[in-house]
Each structure stands twice: as C-alpha cells, then as structure tokens.
T-cell receptor
Framework: KAGVTQTPRYLIKTRGQQVTLSCSPI?????VSWYQQTPGQGLQFLFE???????NKGNFPGRFSGRQFSNSRSEMNVSTLELGDSALYLC????????????????FGQGTRLTVV | LAKTTQPISMDSYEGQEVNITCSHN???????ITWYQQFPSQGPRFIIQ???TKVTNEVASLFIPADRKSSTLSLPRVSLSDTAVYYC???????????FGPGTRLSVLP
C-alpha cells in the first residue's frame, strides 16, 4: 500500500510569488490535513479536508488556502510569499471510522521543504 | 482542547528503557491519547494510541492511569535510532483538535 505522497519535496521561491503544494493520500483515505513546521513554532495545523470540504481551519492568514479533489488528493496554495513562510509543509491522511474520530492513526508524508528567498 | 505538557528533552543510553510522561489534566471523556515519533525532516509517525489502562504493540507500551490525567510512553531497550522527537496528543478528532505541542526530544547515547 503506497504511503502519503507529497510533491515537490523541495522548493525555492522568491518573496511575493505564489506556490502550490500537492498531497496524494493513502488510497481510500478521505481526510487530509496540512501542517506547517518551523524550528521556532513547531508543528502548526493549517486546515483539514474531508470529502472535498474544508472541515477545520487553523489560525493562518488568508494567503494560505487549500482544496481537495474528488479523488481525495489535496493541494495547498500560498500566495504573496513571505520569508517567514519558509518551512516544512506536511500533509497527513487518515481513514476516519466516523466523522474523523481519533481512534485511527494519521499517516504523514515526507513533507515539502519550502524556502522563500 | 486538552493541553498537554511533556518534558522538553531526555537523554538515555542504548539498551535502557525510556519512559516519557505526558500530563493532560483537562482530558475530556471521549478523548484518545496518541503518541507520534518524528525524525528530522520527516513527517511524524504514529507509535501508539490508547484510551485507558495499558496498551502494548511491537514498538512501545502506553500506560494510562484510571484518572487519565497523564500517560506514559514506554520504549523498551532503546537504540541510537530511537533518537527523535516524541509528541503526545490528546483529542477526539483530527484537524484542529490534532494539536502538536513542542514534544520531547529524546537523545539516545552509545
């Protein structure tokens, strides 16, 4: 069974540009969550999608957005990049038994390392 | 959201048993306790999950007292490859309730 796949693995962008990151969950998983990880702030929740609907959202500015497709693949977009957006972006998928209950494990991808210069 | 408190760092030697305790005084009735392991530049990896008493798998054991206000992750006979950050999470749902604290940085020494 293939794991969670995130592309690209590494990315370098310039301030002001926008970027799109992709996440392919494990086959059959319908919940996809995104996290930002930086040395200073640790792992911070961005948003979660379930069946193409954003179900939860963290405390990030509107420059951060996402979507989920009918095949459960998800993308996140960051517009007008700032230096502080440099981070490891992680995607996690899960197969909730009932409305996303935590009694199932989440599988994380390797992440996309974004560097903004 | 149930807040968790863990030691920031721990050191151990190869072959020893390591116990990492997590406090979660405000745990709710339906909350589960889940532990993840993370190596540098990789995504977190699920280790173990429990609701009450003791849970054991091939990697670790999780001890949860009757009041559920704390939990202890036990790693038997650690090796150098167990050097990682360990996160304790408490909650019912993924998404916004899936809050990672700073974790415990475990260093296993030869």
């Amino acid at each position: 069974k293939a794991g969670v796949t995130q592309t690209p693995r590494y990315l370098i962008k310039t301030r002001g540009q926008q970027v799109t990151l992709s996440c392919s969950p494990i086959s059959g998983h319908r919940s996809v969550s995104w996290y930002q990880q930086t040395p200073g702030q640790g792992l911070q929740f961005l948003f979660e999608y379930f069946s193409e609907t954003q179900r939860n959202k963290g405390n990030f500015p509107g420059r951060f957005s996402g979507r989920q497709f009918s095949n459960s693949r998800s993308e996140m977009n960051v517009s007008t990049l700032e230096l502080g957006d440099s981070a490891l972006y992680l995607c996690a998928s899960s197969s909730p038994t009932r409305q996303g209950l935590m009694n199932t494990e989440a599988f994380f991808g390797q992440g996309t390392r974004l560097t903004v210069v | 959201l149930a807040k968790t408190t863990q030691p920031i760092s721990m050191d151990s030697y190869e072959g020893q048993e390591v116990n990492i305790t997590c406090s979660h005084n405000n745990i709710a009735t339906n909350d589960y306790i889940t532990w993840y392991q993370q190596f540098p530049s990789q995504g977190p990896r699920f280790i173990i999950q429990g609701y009450k008493t003791k849970v054991t798998n091939e990697v670790a054991s999780l001890f949860i007292p009757a009041d559920r206000k704390s939990s202890t992750l036990s790693l038997p006979r650690v090796s150098l490859s167990d050097t990682a950050v360990y996160y304790c999470l408490v909650g019912q749902n993924y998404g916004q309730n899936f809050v990672f604290g700073p974790g415990t940085r475990l260093s296993v020494l030869p």
